[in-house]
């Protein structure tokens, strides 16, 4: 029939069949019924002359279903034809016609589509012109107006985040509020528009800090939940967006009803997708960051828990490659390491290391997201070494703190922290190795950091507490007092800018103890001791019982008590320095082995000199434990050495405490077992060179040296009773 029609009534049916089509479409979601409509679009535009006055109109249609395909495929090339299609209606059309405006916002949309895809600043600003053109020729009190405003806010904004001019998101907002202005109360476009207000909103407070935009952008986006229902698609992000603002205002305002609110939004927009979806990963890694939030302000083991438990949730279904998963990563870590600094559990800082190695070679482009991680890497490999005393986790952290500082930009204000972690960890290895370059070094970043940090900063403490502990290391090599008084002076700084109630105070208060002591030992001013003993002290008191920290403080107490019984001869100042060094040996085996050592050396000492050899050989004792323990988790000879260095005559003292007891047998096995050790790392560290003496034409000297690692091995491990030993021994 259509045939035999004149052809208007033909492309007219044809243009009605399209958007039925197209209509059915929408509907349904078959992508066959949009391909069918595309392909009659195109044979009425085809077959129209190009002199027919609704030929515009069916160009117009055509764009429509070019974007809505692109929309649902992706396909470039269909919203390339969709630009061209809306071009060319636009140029077909009066400029007094009422279909100039539409046509217009359409292909602004299109440009705005081409933008997110290609990110070409060209395609934002034609799509914006295109915004402002259909503005300049819309009635005030139009109905288009609302949506052709919100649309040019959403442009504007765009802009912003491009080019970072902070005329473009005030003019969205100003943009965004006239069109909010125009909208009917609850509307569905009311609801858009003030969703993308409290967006612009919340952006302009992460750009100058104003908790009056945080608190709007949370009204703002309180109203669009309040009206999105629960069976909108859109629910789930605007729970999401809301949860974050509101985890800021917790952070800004330490308002924990705030973090309660957030942590409640994010479970139920969490509930509302499925682990399939795109959003999930995000939507559940937020939800794991307020939830530690919580266990951070709040000391609740149950949201740690439950925080790891969401992060590790989170990470499942990203793909190795996903450009995400450092970020989730690193949430994961910081989760498991403060459950390890919770409960001292190892495996949980080993995990979290395995996460934070994981987020650093996960490359990410961005430099300072990048130095972040290999922070929070640094960090974990430093407390691992605090507690197991591996040189190697010192080294590691040390070469990583190095890399993290180094993509930090000067003026950055994360880089004092890095350069206070950089300078610990050469601290510590110079504790260890003794190289002066590395005290020198760790007081130079320190006060470098220092002078990077505000006088109001809460860290300012710290890195000062920390500048004098370096002052003090090297005053321990120069003997320059001028280095001692510059160390206390930086420990009174760091007391004075820290409150009474800080859980910071007792840490100052213990260094400023050890370089009174140290001053006291200088020069001999019993006044100098007193305040040494009394800071001590105070430190202890607050401190928490199982808290790793009290076992230095303890083991200082004790060498400040010591120094007074030999300045008095009051034996109660010796007991009770014995007391103080048992509890830090007990306390620290597993936690802090190099303090232990110490304390285990002063302990002994003490003990022997006033000949009781049980308390002596209970003492030598805890240091020879940790000194076994350290040596079996020692990969380099040369560590392996280090520790021996600082254990050096504890087997001997204990074996002369043992003889002194009567215990001849327990002697001999301690002093033999303290000479092969050694000994049978070099013969295990050479085996494998070894190994090839036979093939070489070396039999005779490969069996006598099996024959020696035998023997060796044999005094090792067997049972040292003397009614068993041969008598040639």
Not at 133 to 141: E, G, H, K, R
Not at 275 to 289: C, I, K
Not at 569 to 588: F, I, P, V
């Amino acid at each position: 029939e259509l045939s035999t029609a004149p052809d208007y009534v033909r492309f007219a049916a044809l243009n009605n069949a399209a958007g039925a089509l197209l209509n059915c479409y929408w509907t349904i979601g078959n992508v066959a019924d949009l391909d069918q409509a595309l392909l009659l679009w195109q044979q009425v535009i085809a077959l129209a002359p190009l002199s027919s006055s609704n030929r515009a109109d069916y160009l117009n249609n055509l764009g429509a279903g070019l974007r809505a395909r692109y929309t649902r495929i992706g396909n470039l090339s269909d919203l390339q034809g969709a630009i061209s299609a809306y071009q060319e209606a636009l140029a077909l059309t009066p400029l007094d016609s009422p279909a100039r405006v539409p046509r217009l916002n359409n292909l602004g949309n299109a440009f705005s589509d081409r933008y997110s895809d290609t990110a070409d600043l060209a395609d934002l600003q034609e799509s914006i012109t295109a915004y402002q053109q259909a503005l300049a020729i819309t009635p005030s009190d139009s109905s288009y107006r609302p949506m052709l405003l919100n649309n040019l806010g959403d442009g504007q904004r765009s802009r912003y985040v491009h080019t970072g001019s902070l005329t473009d998101l005030q003019d969205a907002l100003v943009t965004w509020q006239q069109a909010l202005a125009l909208t009917t109360p609850n509307s569905p476009s009311q609801i858009s528009i003030l969703n993308n207000l409290g967006t612009g909103l919340y952006d302009r407070y992460i750009y100058f800090g104003d908790s009056e935009d945080l608190k709007k952008a949370i009204v703002c986006h309180r109203g669009v939940v309040a009206n999105t229902p629960p069976s909108s698609p859109a629910r789930a992000i605007r729970l999401n967006n809301l949860g974050a603002e509101l985890r800021l205002s917790f952070v800004q305002t330490g308002n924990v009803s705030d973090l309660q609110e957030a942590i409640a939004i994010w479970r139920e927009s969490v509930g509302l997708i499925t682990p399939d979806s795109p959003a999930w990963s995000a939507y559940t890694n937020n939800l794991g960051v307020g939830l530690s939030d919580y266990y951070i302000h709040t000391g609740e083991l149950s949201s740690l828990q439950e925080a790891i438990a969401i992060h590790q949730r989170a990470l499942e279904p990203m793909a190795l490659n996903s450009i995400d998963r450092a970020t989730h990563s690193t949430n994961l870590g910081s989760t498991l390491r403060a459950r390890y600094l919770r409960s001292g559990d190892s495996t949980d800082l080993d995990n979290a290391i395995v996460v934070y190695q994981e987020a650093v070679d996960q490359n990410v482009p961005d430099s300072l997201a990048r130095a972040s991680m290999l922070n929070n890497l640094g960090v974990a490999f430093s407390e691992r070494f605090a507690r197991t005393g591996d040189m190697i986790d010192l080294y590691k952290s040390i070469s990583i703190y190095d890399q993290a500082v180094a993509l930090t930009p000067i003026n950055a204000p994360e880089r004092a922290t890095r350069l206070n972690n950089l300078a610990t960890g050469l601290s510590d290895r110079y504790t260890r190795v003794g190289d002066p370059s590395d005290i020198q070094k760790a007081i130079a970043n320190w006060q470098q950091a220092i002078a990077a940090t505000p006088a109001s900063s809460p860290e300012l403490a710290m890195f000062l507490n920390n500048l004098g502990i370096g002052f003090r290391d090297l005053y321990s090599r120069t003997r320059d007092l001028s280095d001692l008084q510059n160390a206390i002076t930086q420990w009174q700084q760091a007391v004075a800018l820290t409150s009474p109630s800080s859980p910071d105070l007792a840490m100052y208060l213990n260094s400023l103890g050890n370089g009174l002591l140290a001053k006291y030992t200088h020069d001999g001013d019993a006044a100098d001791l007193q305040k040494a003993i009394s800071v001590w002290q105070q430190a202890i008191a607050m401190t928490l019982p199982n808290s790793p920290e009290r076992v230095a403080r303890l083991n200082n107490l004790g060498n400040g008590l010591l120094a007074r019984y030999a300045l008095t001869k009051n034996l109660d100042d010796l007991y009770s320095a014995q007391r103080n060094w048992e509890q830090c040996c007990r306390l620290g085996l597993d936690v802090a082995p190099a303090v232990v050592i110490t304390a285990s050396k002063s302990w002994g000492a003490s003990a022997a000199h006033l000949a009781n050899w049980v308390e002596a050989i209970k003492a030598y004792t805890y240091g020879v434990q940790t000194i076994e323990q350290l040596f079996r988790t020692q990969l380099w000879r040369t560590d392996k050495e280090s520790w021996l260095r600082e254990a050096q005559n504890l087997p001997t003292q204990l074996t002369y405490a043992l003889a002194r007891h009567g215990d001849l047998a327990a002697a001999v096995t301690t002093l033999d077992h303290e000479r092969t050790r050694l000994l049978i790392d070099a013969l295990e560290r050479e085996r494998s060179d070894l190994d090839l003496l036979p093939a070489r034409g070396y039999t005779d000297i490969y069996q006598h040296y099996r024959s020696i690692v035998g023997r060796i091995i044999q005094l090792e491990n067997a049972r040292m009773h003397t009614e068993k030993l041969p008598p040639d021994f």
